[in-house]
C-alpha cells in the first residue's frame, strides 16, 4: 500500500511540473536516448542463427547514425554500443539522468508458432491480454540475472503477472506521448516499410516504467519466422525498419513542438 501511495503522489507531481505559468510546458525534443535491448550474458530470444541481443544492436546503432545526420538539434544517447551487459534499471537510469525527451527500446520478438510474424510496439500499461503478459515477463526476465535483484528491484517478480499491474501508474504522465510516438512507429512500418503491423500494446516492462519522459519498446520483428529472421539480419531490412523509426520521430517531433 505504501508503494501504491507513493507511485500516485509521484505520478501527481509529474504532472503538475509539466505545465509552466502560462499552462502549457514549452517542449523540445532535444535528447533520445536508444536503448539496444539484451547484451553480453544475456542474449534475449535466438532464431535458428541469430540472437535478439544483436538485432537489436544492430538496428539501433542505424537509427542512432540516421538521427545525427537528419536532426542536427537532436543528441542521441546509447544505452550500449557493443555486447555488455548492462541492468534494466540502468538503462533507464541513463536516460533520466541525461534529462532525455524520448526513450527508445529495440528488441526482436519469439513465439512457438513460426508463422507468427510482424512488428509490435509496446507503452507502458495494463493491458492483461495473455500474449502482452508474456512478452512483458519474457523481457523483464533478465532482471534474474542481476546482482541483489531481490532488494534492487523491491520484491518484483518478473515472471509474475500481478507484478505488472502498478506500472502504468508511474508512467501515466507520458502515456498519451508514448502512445503518439507508437503509433507513428507502427504507421511507418505498415505503410513505408512494408512490414506487418501487429500495432501498438500495452504492458508492464520494467525499463518503460523506470524512465521518466515518453517511452516505447519496438520489436521489430520475430526471429521465430524463418524469413522474418532472414530480413533482421540483412542491412537494407535492418536500414528500412531504422529510418521508419526516424521518420516516426521526426514526425512525432514536429507535432509536439507545433504544440507550443
Not at 520484491?155 to 502504468?168: C, Q, V
Not at 529510418?243 to 521526426?250: D, E, F, V
Request: hydrophobic content about 40%; some cysteine.
Amino acid at each position: 500500500m505504501k508503494n501504491i501511495i507513493y507511485i500516485i503522489c509521484f505520478s501527481f507531481f509529474l504532472l503538475t511540473v509539466s505545465f509552466n505559468g502560462a499552462g502549457l510546458k514549452q517542449y523540445r525534443l532535444k535528447k533520445v536516448v536508444i536503448d539496444a535491448g539484451h547484451g553480453g550474458k544475456d542474449p534475449g530470444t535466438h532464431g535458428v542463427f541469430s540472437k535478439e541481443k544483436d538485432i537489436a544492436l544492430n538496428i539501433a546503432l542505424e537509427l542512432g547514425r540516421i538521427i545525427e545526420e537528419n536532426m542536427k538539434d537532436v543528441e542521441v544517447i546509447y544505452t550500449r554500443k557493443d555486447d555488455q551487459f548492462i541492468e534494466l534499471e540502468q538503462r533507464a537510469a541513463i536516460a533520466n539522468q541525461n534529462d532525455a525527451d524520448v526513450f527508445i527500446s529495440i528488441h526482436a520478438n519469439a513465439i512457438g508458432i513460426k508463422s507468427v510474424h510482424g512488428t509490435e510496439t509496446y507503452v507502458m500499461g495494463t493491458n492483461k491480454i495473455e500474449g502482452n503478459i508474456e512478452v512483458a515477463k519474457r523481457e523483464n526476465a533478465v532482471i534474474l540475472m542481476e546482482e541483489n535483484y531481490e532488494e534492487r528491484y523491491e520484491g518484483f517478480d518478473p515472471l509474475s503477472p500481478e507484478s505488472h499491474i502498478l506500472f502504468s501508474l508511474y508512467q501515466h504522465a507520458y502515456l498519451n506521448n508514448s502512445l503518439l510516438l507508437a503509433g507513428k512507429i507502427e504507421k511507418q512500418f505498415k505503410e513505408r516499410v512494408g512490414r506487418r503491423s501487429r500495432g501498438v500494446k500495452q504492458d508492464g516492462f520494467w525499463v518503460l516504467w523506470r524512465t521518466s519522459m515518453p517511452s516505447v519498446l519496438v520489436e521489430v520483428g520475430y526471429l521465430t519466422n524463418t524469413t522474418e529472421e532472414k530480413y533482421l539480419n540483412d542491412r537494407l531490412g535492418r536500414v528500412y525498419l531504422a529510418s521508419g523509426i526516424y521518420r516516426a520521430l521526426r514526425d512525432y517531433k514536429a507535432e509536439i513542438e507545433s504544440m507550443n
